[in-house]
């Protein structure tokens, strides 16, 4: 399967400032990923669709303005939370889909994640 | 639209036992099934998968079997290890030609020694 990174791992701010989660592929070419974010002890909620070269799909409820994705190669995609505040604190996950063989099967390939705490 | 229903947990067995962990679909057209495990801390690990009716996709002594007929696809182990341990996610993708998955709610096993 394909490889994907993310970093950091872990990440505390202040209330108020902004930061950026970054998601690699590895070894292939991603043409679209995936950001979800996870609170304690629940399911992965999608946030958006980032797709490589044009603007990210977000899902219902999702501030876009807050949540800023740059997709801007086939290996990178970022996600930066504006303003991050308290409640923004969660286990935020990436994932990718690739072009060729590794988007087979409809499968996704997915980072180790990003715990992120606002003070 | 398309959803995932997964047995609540938390599941709580002793070393060497039998485990089951339900899960059953909705779709529209032919979606890919997948088990992902998470380990605290970290993110989701692909456990098995399954493409099309009747798979069936195994892994680590895991074995699930897409069943069109019943829509389900529950995990099933023989013998579960204390390092199995861990939260459990059904997932399905694909069935209206997209990539995105939807994840049931998840089911935490804790194995006992």
């Known amino acids: 399967g394909a490889v994907v990174s993310q970093h950091p791992s872990w990440v505390i701010c202040k209330s108020g400032t902004s930061v950026k989660i970054e998601c690699r592929s590895l070894?292939?070419?991603?043409?679209?990923m995936f950001w979800y974010r996870q609170f304690p002890k629940q399911s992965l909620m999608l946030m958006a669709t980032?797709?490589?070269?044009?603007?990210?799909?977000?899902e219902q409820g999702v501030e876009k303005d807050k949540f800023l994705i740059n997709h801007a190669s086939l290996t990178l995609s970022t996600l930066t939370v504006t303003s991050a505040h308290p409640e923004d604190s969660s286990f935020y996950i990436c994932?990718?889909?690739?072009?060729?063989?590794?988007?087979?099967?409809?499968?996704?390939?997915f980072g180790p994640g990003t715990r992120l705490t606002v003070l | 639209g398309n959803s995932v229903t997964q047995m609540e947990g938390p599941v709580t067995l002793s070393e060497e036992a039998f485990l089951t962990i339900n899960c059953t679909y909705t779709?529209?057209?032919?979606?890919?099934l997948f088990w992902y495990v998470q380990y605290p801390g970290e993110g989701l690990q692909l456990l098995l998968k399954?493409?099309?009716?009747?798979d069936k996709g195994s892994n680590k002594g895991f074995e699930a079997t897409y069943r069109k007929e019943t829509t389900s696809f529950h995990l099933e182990k023989g013998s579960v290890q204390v390092s199995d341990s861990a939260v459990y996610f059904c997932?399905?993708?694909?069935?209206?030609?997209?990539?995105?998955?939807?994840f049931g709610t998840g089911t935490r096993l804790k194995v006992l020694a």
């Open positions: 994932s990718t889909v690739g072009s060729g063989g590794s988007a087979s099967y409809n499968e996704q390939f």
């Open positions: 070894d292939f070419q991603a043409t679209t």
């Open positions: 980032s797709n490589e070269g044009s603007k990210a799909t977000y």
């Open positions: 779709a529209t057209g032919y979606p890919s």
């Open positions: 399954a493409t099309k009716a009747d």
């Open positions: 997932a399905l993708s694909g069935g209206s030609g997209t990539y995105k998955y939807i």
